[in-house]
């Protein structure tokens, strides 16, 4: 169970483009603790709970790997996707194909 929590940890790190130092500081621990998490030792639930914060993701992901993804800005996009017209619906998903074609060509 422990490695899954490395792994999913580390692959955060990565979507979100930060460090574990970056991570560590946001949670208001060091380093070290963060890279154990990746490394699969134990560490607090309330070190957990401050990462779940942090990334805004579920305790239940990070440590089950459940697809409970709690992104708050997700669901706030479809919270507003879902009240527009179909006229703005369209024009929402032609502008969100021009960002990411843009994204794709900065890579």
């Known amino acids: 169970m422990s490695e899954n929590i490395g792994i999913r940890l580390s692959n955060l790190l990565k979507e979100k483009s930060l460090s574990a130092e970056d991570l560590g500081n946001m949670i208001g621990t060091t380093k070290n603790t963060i890279y154990n998490i990746i490394k699969g030792k134990n560490t607090k639930l309330e070190t957990i709970e401050n990462i779940s914060k942090t990334l805004d993701i579920s305790i239940d992901y990070l440590v ?32 969100t194909t021009k960002l990411l074609t843009k994204q794709k060509l900065e890579k």
């Open 64 to 95: 089950f790997g459940s697809n409970q993804y709690n992104d708050a800005l997700e669901e706030q996009l479809l919270e507003n996707f879902r009240q527009l017209n179909y006229k703005n619906k369209i024009e929402i998903v032609g502008e």
